[in-house]
């Protein structure tokens, strides 16, 4: 039975455990995605923040809990049913992922081809407003090779965008640029939030990017392989009381690694 909070929300996620063998990545992870917001995953390298991004797409399954997306349990859907789901999801992954052997515009056009019937001339129009949405429309013609770290990242955007999705799955979308590149990204990302109504979820831990652009989110901790806190960026940074969390959100060692490097309580 799906609840009425649930089924309000844009995504759901109940009781999740992801595990390959005995080796648990993350156990219990419960939180709701609700829709037209910026929601986070963050937490420090290794904790998982990829592997939960691939399980909210589909890429992988649970090995217990439950995915709920747009009221609909995703994890009791048949197999075509669940494609059909996963096509209303647009995915930007790391380093944008684009076909180095077809040109940006041949990228973008590629899930057109693939899950339309639409003509190619339809085809080209729209990947010229996807290009454009995101500030490419020049360079349609051009290899990925020939394009710099934060255009690839938009490219990799323009194909996400490809199918009108409604809900936008971004894997660190400003990481490895330099900070005026990093600005202009979250501000694009916050205009297609805007201007398309789209609901979006960000796997990150770039602090400028997280406090600028996030609504909400969830804090994964490597050690205990749980969801250690809950809420906005900005106030995990100003309100949580946990030492992990602050140190993340603060850019500070926790107490007891201070406590180490400084000499005190090793072994």
Not at 6 to 28: H, I, P, S, W, Y
Not at 58 to 77: H, K, Q, S, W
Not at 143 to 163: D, I, N, V
Request: glycine share 10%; charged share 20%; hydrophobic share 45%.
């Amino acid at each position: 039975m799906v609840t009425d909070a649930v089924d309000q929300a844009r995504l759901t996620v109940e009781g999740m455990t992801l595990a390959f063998g005995k080796r648990v990545v993350q156990r219990d992870l419960s939180f709701s995605v609700q829709p037209g917001s910026i929601f986070a995953v963050m937490g420090e390298s290794g904790c998982g923040k990829s592997t939960v991004l691939k399980a909210l797409i589909g890429l992988i399954t649970p090995t217990a809990g439950r995915r709920v997306v747009a009221g609909e349990n995703y994890d009791a859907a048949a197999p075509a049913r669940r494609r059909e789901i996963g096509r209303d999801f647009g995915v930007l992954f790391q380093n944008g992922a684009l076909w180095s052997s077809l040109t940006v515009a041949e990228n973008v056009a590629l899930p057109l081809q693939m899950f339309t019937s639409l003509r190619p001339s339809a085809i080209d129009a729209l990947v010229r407003v996807k290009l454009a949405l995101v500030g490419l429309a020049p360079v349609g013609d051009r290899m990925p090779a020939e394009l710099s770290g934060g255009m690839r990242k938009r490219a990799g955007l323009a194909r996400a965008l490809a199918l009108d999705p409604g809900c936008l799955f971004l894997d660190e979308p400003s990481a490895g640029l330099d900070p005026i590149t990093a600005k202009r990204m979250d501000d694009l990302i916050l205009e297609l939030r805007d201007g398309l109504g789209a609901t979006i979820v960000i796997v990150s831990h770039e602090l400028p990017s997280l406090f600028a652009i996030c609504d909400d989110g969830i804090f994964l901790d490597a050690k205990t392989h749980s969801a250690i806190a809950h809420g906005a960026p900005r106030d995990l940074r100003d309100g949580c009381d946990h030492p992990t969390v602050r140190a993340f959100m603060t850019r500070a060692l926790p107490p007891t690694e201070v406590l180490q490097e400084n000499g005190h309580g090793g072994l």
